[in-house]
């Protein structure tokens, strides 16, 4: 029986983690902050019995990037990826039988807003800012030290598509006739946010922000097939290969819910409601072009490629 340790259980990635492998009958166990977790964050000697022997560790714990970006917040979204990557990598270091592959969670929001040419592993170029700077400290964290007998991959995760997460708040907009293309345009542009890196360029026009995305099975099946292939190790980009850009992607989603039309959002819109519901900008103004070379080019076939066809089967 494989034993599998996940850390980070109750998100939306990690519930479905834990379902699929329990379903095929492994043992998993959990790390988290809840009484139900095998071992929560903060006791090292539950967290080390838990790893030491594990057939396979994934980590996707980590504060939602869904909220303002004040400095509260900032130090929040920092510590809960950063330290708990630290805390498994103690265990990891420490364990008589260390896991052979330890995968965890990172952001395909690390690479430059791009326009011009889609964000490979191998020719990706990082970008800047706050959320980039997160993404760097989250790697460092994972790829520090030696770990002889583990393997360990980043996964570089787009938007996840999924019954909730983004299609939730999205999908409600959508039906109140809301659903038309997110506009960038000039905004106010505070010294504050600027030194933060929380301020967002003015970037692609008429909603042609590149939007890549994922579906839930494909996280899932990723993590399946990175396991069982042992030459795959540094980082991996978690993205289905037909990103489309936000005029498209609020399209697909006016068609899988059958809303005919749907009203635009320019960027004063956009910067009003994020304070008010508490959220950035940057979270669908960002241009992510993001492929996935090294899960194509060692033959890992995806289960929803098509964003319409993954919209439907969501949203059915």
Known sequence: MTRVVVAGASGFMGRALVDARAARGDDVRTIGRGADSDAVWGDEDAIARLVDGADLLVNLAGRSVDCRYGPRNREVILRSRVDTTEALHRAVARAAAPPPVWMNASTATIYRHAEDRPQTESTGELGTGFSVSVARAWEDAFFAGDLPWTRRVALRTAIVLGDGSVLGPLRLLTRLGLGGAHLDGAWFRTPARVAAGTFHERGARGGRQRFSW???????????????????????????????????????????????????????????????????????????????????????????????????????
């Open 214 to 316: 994922i579906h839930l099975d494909d996280v899932v099946g990723a993590i399946d097939f990175l396991e069982a292939h042992e030459e795959l190790d540094g980082v991996v980009n978690l993205s289905a290969p037909n990103p489309t850009d936000d005029r498209g992607f609020m399209a697909a989603l006016r068609r899988a819910l059958g809303v005919p039309v749907g009203l635009p959002q320019p960027r004063w819109m956009l910067e009003i409601g994020a304070a008010v519901i508490r959220t950035e900008t940057e979270l669908v103004l960002k241009s992510r072009w993001v492929l996935p070379e090294r899960l194509l080019a060692a033959g890992y076939r995806f289960r929803h490629p098509d964003l319409d066809e993954a919209l439907e089967e969501i949203l059915r």
